[in-house]
C-alpha cells in the first residue's frame, strides 16, 4: 500500500489486527503496533478491545487482565465501557471472581463510573462462587451509590440464595423486588421453582406457580418439567403426570 502512496489509516490497521486476531495469532497483531506511531496514527479502543479479545480467544487470561492494567498504568489508551466489559465478561464466565471485582475498582478509580451492567456481572459471578456475603455487600454498596438492582440483580441473588437453600432470604428478597416495582419473569420463578423441587419442597413450589400465573407470567417447559422431576423424585407419579397434562393443554 505504501508503495502504491495509498495512505494508512486506523480502520485499515484494525481490519489487519482483527485478522490476526480471528487467526488466533494475536502476537501478531501486537506488531502492527509500532505502524501507528511511525504513521502518527493514534491509537483508539478499538484496537487494543480487539487484541484483548483475541488474546483471551487464545486461552492467554494472564496476558490479557496484564494489557489491560499496562494500557491503564502506563496512560497508552484510556479504556471505555467496551473494554472493561470485555474483560470482566470473560473473566466472569472462566471463574475468575476475584480479578472481575478487581476490574470493578479499577473501573471506580477511572473517569468511568461502574453501573448496572457491570455491578451484575460481579453480583452474578460472586453468586455462582456461592460467595452471597459478598454479593449482597456489592447490593448494598450499589444502593448508597444510588444505583438500584434490576431484573438481572436479583434474579442472580435469588438464584444463589435457593442453590444455599436460604429461603428467608429468598422470601425477603422477592418482597423487595416487588416494594421496587421489579415484577419476577418466567426465569426467576423457574429458579425459585427449581430450587424448592431440588429441596423437596414441591407443593410449596407449586405455589409458587399458581401465583406466577396469577400475576400473567407464563410457565415454560423448563418450569413444568422441574415440578414433574421434583414429584417424580418423591415418587408421587399421579402427581407428576398432572402437571404434564397441564403442560401440554
Given at each position: 500500500?505504501?508503495?502504491?502512496?495509498?495512505?494508512?489509516?486506523?480502520?485499515?490497521?484494525?481490519?489487519?489486527?482483527?485478522?490476526?486476531?480471528?487467526?488466533?495469532?494475536?502476537?501478531?497483531?501486537?506488531?502492527?503496533?509500532?505502524?501507528?506511531?511511525?504513521?502518527?496514527?493514534?491509537?483508539?479502543?478499538?484496537?487494543?478491545?480487539?487484541?484483548?479479545?483475541?488474546?483471551?480467544?487464545?486461552?492467554?487470561?494472564?496476558?490479557?487482565?496484564?494489557?489491560?492494567?499496562?494500557?491503564?498504568?502506563?496512560?497508552?489508551?484510556?479504556?471505555?465501557?467496551?473494554?472493561?466489559?470485555?474483560?470482566?465478561?470473560?473473566l466472569?464466565?472462566?471463574?475468575?471472581?476475584?480479578?472481575?471485582?478487581?476490574?470493578?475498582?479499577?473501573?471506580?478509580?477511572?473517569?468511568?463510573?461502574?453501573?448496572?451492567y457491570?455491578?451484575?456481572?460481579?453480583?452474578?459471578?460472586?453468586?455462582?462462587?456461592?460467595?452471597?456475603?459478598?454479593?449482597?455487600?456489592?447490593?448494598?454498596?450499589?444502593?448508597?451509590?444510588?444505583?438500584?438492582?434490576?431484573?438481572?440483580?436479583?434474579?442472580?441473588?435469588?438464584?444463589?440464595?435457593?442453590?444455599?437453600?436460604?429461603?428467608?432470604?429468598?422470601?425477603?428478597?422477592?418482597?423487595?423486588?416487588?416494594n421496587?416495582?421489579?415484577?419476577?419473569?418466567?426465569?426467576?420463578?423457574?429458579?425459585?421453582?427449581?430450587?424448592?423441587?431440588?429441596?423437596?419442597?414441591?407443593?410449596?413450589?407449586?405455589e409458587?406457580?399458581?401465583?406466577?400465573?396469577?400475576?400473567?407470567?407464563?410457565?415454560?417447559?423448563?418450569?413444568?418439567?422441574?415440578?414433574?422431576?421434583?414429584?417424580?423424585l418423591?415418587?408421587?407419579?399421579?402427581?407428576?403426570?398432572?402437571?404434564?397434562?397441564?403442560?401440554?393443554?
Open positions: 500500500m505504501q508503495i502504491l502512496g495509498i495512505p494508512i489509516d486506523g480502520f485499515i490497521l484494525i481490519s489487519v489486527i482483527n485478522s490476526y486476531c480471528l487467526m488466533h495469532h494475536a502476537h501478531f497483531g501486537f506488531s502492527v503496533l509500532p505502524i501507528y506511531l511511525k504513521n502518527d496514527i493514534p491509537f483508539h479502543t478499538v484496537t487494543f478491545n480487539t487484541l484483548l479479545r483475541g488474546i483471551f480467544a487464545e486461552n492467554k487470561v494472564k496476558d490479557a487482565v496484564q494489557l489491560f492494567k499496562k494500557l491503564v498504568r502506563d496512560k497508552i489508551c484510556e479504556p471505555d465501557e467496551f473494554m472493561y466489559a470485555t474483560v470482566m465478561n470473560v466472569s464466565k472462566r471463574g475468575h471472581t476475584q480479578k472481575t471485582l478487581s476490574m470493578l475498582r479499577l473501573m471506580g478509580q477511572g473517569s468511568i463510573m461502574p453501573d448496572i457491570f455491578y451484575n456481572i460481579v453480583i452474578d459471578s460472586l453468586c455462582k462462587d456461592r460467595n452471597l456475603d459478598g454479593a449482597i455487600n456489592l447490593l448494598n454498596e450499589m444502593k448508597q451509590k444510588g444505583i438500584p438492582p434490576d431484573i438481572v440483580t436479583c434474579g442472580s441473588l435469588i438464584d444463589g440464595l435457593c442453590k444455599l437453600g436460604l429461603w428467608e432470604k429468598v422470601k425477603t428478597l422477592f418482597s423487595e423486588m416487588v421496587l416495582n421489579i415484577y419476577p419473569d418466567v426465569c426467576t420463578f423457574t429458579t425459585m421453582i427449581d430450587g424448592l423441587c431440588k429441596e423437596g419442597k414441591v407443593k410449596d413450589a407449586e409458587i406457580m399458581k401465583h406466577m400465573v396469577e400475576k400473567g407470567v407464563e410457565p415454560n417447559t423448563i418450569t413444568y418439567n422441574a415440578i414433574i422431576d421434583g414429584y417424580c418423591r415418587g408421587q407419579v399421579d402427581r407428576a403426570r398432572r402437571i404434564f397434562d397441564i403442560m401440554i393443554d
